[in-house]
């Protein structure tokens, strides 16, 4: 029996994993990725019992070496290992480790993979990497926050074009996922979780 793999990217309070663990059943395996300390410390007194649970304080980008992280105050809110970031301007920085998204999703056992990521930036760094490979095959949903533009990070504005333009060829659809107090009253993340465990492999031989 294979497992479904989450793969929650900037998570920051775990919200939507943690909807996800309350209701799925247990082959499902939840990677979490927060490059903040601070936050990192909460998630794992969060999740600390659940064996479901991976934790890594480190940023999905492109590369296995550290970067430069720029942490807003007060909180970190917006945190980004872009410079030009709008939150970035005049905010802290700090060295953080950072995966490969090619060489970890390469790694991971059989099973399907949902890539759920609001990384504030580091999606256009590991995007190409999955998209231009056969890796894309493995990921059967897909929901990825975009932080491009000119109130986000401008120098993205073309990369995140030729990422939607590599998106439509492959057939692939972005399914919002990100949301706020309004709409998770709404019941829109729930539709969303329900959305997930539709890709939940099957219990039965």
């Known amino acids: 029996m294979s497992d479904l ?9 775990g919200r939507t994993t943690g909807f996800l663990l309350e209701q799925a059943p247990t ?4 990677y979490l990725f927060e490059p ?13 019992n ?7 304080e480190a940023a999905l980008t492109d590369t296995n070496e550290p970067g430069v992280f720029y942490v807003p105050a007060p909180g970190g809110e917006g945190s980004s ?6 939150t970035s301007v005049g905010a802290d920085t700090t060295l953080v480790d950072c995966i490969n998204a090619f060489d970890f999703i390469s790694n991971l056992p059989p099973g399907p993979i949902v890539l759920y990521s609001n990384c504030e ?4 760094n ?7 490979s056969d890796l894309h095959k493995r990921i059967v949903l897909w929901s990825i926050a975009f932080h491009h533009g000119d109130r986000k990070i ?6 995140y074009w030729e990422i939607e333009k590599r998106m439509n060829e492959l057939g692939i659809e972005n399914v919002p996922g990100h949301f706020g107090k309004g709409d998770i009253k709404a019941g829109k993340l729930e539709k969303f979780i329900k959305k997930v465990l539709e890709h939940v492999p099957s219990t039965h031989p």
């Open 121 to 124: 930036g580091g999606e256009f």
């Open 126 to 132: 590991f995007m190409p990497l999955l998209l231009n």
């Open 36 to 48: 903040d300390p601070r936050r990192m410390e909460s998630l794992e007194q969060r999740f600390k």
């Open 81 to 86: 290992l872009y410079a030009d970031k709008k």
């Open 154 to 159: 401008p120098s993205m504005k073309p990369a």
């Open 5 to 13: 793999h989450f793969l929650d990217v900037g998570v920051w309070k």
């Open 50 to 56: 659940d064996s479901r649970v991976s934790f890594y």
């Open 27 to 30: 082959n499902i395996q939840a």
